[in-house]
């Protein structure tokens, strides 16, 4: 089981965004039922982050993150999605 931290500034608005996006990939690529999300606020990553196997957030990385980081940025730009998306599928793997 893998535990996946989702932040965005507040932990409500562009986070629920990307972790729809992210769900998907993950269940249309056979991990279904193998992940739990938690959603929060980017200050919080650095306290929680050692509890997690890794951090999708949509803002800058802040530092004293413990668990590999992915910038969802391009979840909701466009941009990169491709990139982004074989880094989770990558993590789900390690």
């Known amino acids: 089981m893998k535990r996946i931290l989702m932040a965005c500034g507040a932990g409500v608005c562009t986070s629920t965004a990307a972790r729809t996006k992210v769900e998907e990939l993950l269940n249309s690529n056979g991990y279904s039922g193998q992940y739990k999300v938690e959603q929060c606020k ?12 890794f951090v999708i957030a949509t803002t800058m990385k802040p530092s004293g993150v413990k668990c590999p980081f992915v910038s969802g940025v391009s979840f909701l730009t466009g941009v990169g999605v491709d990139k982004t998306q074989k880094e989770i599928l990558d993590l789900m793997e390690a």
């Open 42 to 53: 980017i200050a919080e990553v650095p306290s929680k982050s050692a509890d997690f196997d």
